[in-house]
Antibody, heavy 119, light 106 residues
Framework: QVQLVQSGAEVKNPGASVKISCKAS????????MHWVRQAPGQGPEWMGW????????NFAQKFQGRVTMTRDTSISTVYMDLSRLRSDDTAIYYC????????????WGQGTLVTVSS | DIQMTQSPSTLSASVGDRVTITCRAS??????LAWYQQKPGKAPKLLMY???SLESGVPSRFSGSGSGTEFSLTISSLQSDDFATYYC????????FGQGTKVEIK
């Protein structure tokens, strides 16, 4: 069965960076893309960007361009999301979610990783 | 950017009720619309895609309709497991979610 397992909760100071991992299993890793979506407390989800797990090509929401990096390691079926210059309003649960490509929704989600930004 | 607006924000209902949630897109998205269910402390779960296609394993009491800018999700007979928050999402141009509709016990 498809599983996406994310790394654990993080607490960061403002201005720092955070790197979250998402390990995939149960499907052909390079046949899909991976989205990153975050959800601030009490808010709806917000799409951050995605990475093509085969080519490594990325596409980011304009809001995060310049601050976010997404990479993958095909040898261990894992994708990573790195967000830099953290601010207090980056406090949220961050999810990885599987996608196929353009014009498709997200069919499987990780369990989420809470990132708290506080001094 | 395409904005998604859901109504109502909160819906109070009883088991067995028929409930409908609406979602409006700021521009036409054809039928590139999905619905998700989210329970507290859990990730969103895909319920429906293509505006009206049921994801595998989702009960048939859920149905969706609409195209262009107006969409709806209907639960024909609300069950206890259905009390949750529901989000619409457009995937016509990147991906954008609505702000959510919380279905609570009346």
């Amino acid at each position: 069965q498809v599983q996406l397992v994310q790394s654990g909760a993080e607490v960061k100071n403002p201005g720092a960076s955070v790197k979250i991992s998402c390990k995939a299993s149960g499907y052909t890793f390079t046949g899909y893309s991976m989205h990153w979506v975050r959800q601030a407390p009490g808010q709806g989800p917000e799409w951050m960007g995605w990475i093509n797990a085969n080519s490594g090509d990325t596409n980011f929401a304009q809001k995060f361009q310049g601050r976010v990096t997404m990479t993958r390691d095909t040898s261990i079926s894992t994708v990573y999301m790195d967000l830099s210059r953290l601010r207090s309003d980056d406090t949220a649960i961050y999810y990885c979610a599987r996608g196929i490509g353009w014009y498709t929704p997200m069919d499987y989600w990780g369990q989420g990783t809470l990132v708290t930004v506080s001094s | 950017d395409i904005q998604m607006t859901q109504s109502p924000s909160t819906l109070s209902a009883s088991v067995g009720d028929r409930v409908t949630i609406t979602c409006r897109a700021s521009q036409s998205i054809s039928t590139w619309l999905a619905w998700y269910q989210q329970k507290p402390g859990k990730a969103p779960k895909l319920l429906m895609y293509g505006a009206s296609s049921l994801e595998s394993g989702v009960p048939s009491r859920f149905s969706g309709s609409g195209s262009g800018t107006e969409f709806s999700l209907t639960i024909s007979s609300l069950q206890s497991d259905d009390f949750a928050t529901y989000y619409c999402q457009q995937y016509n141009s990147y991906w954008t979610f609505g702000q959510g509709t919380k279905v609570e016990i009346k």
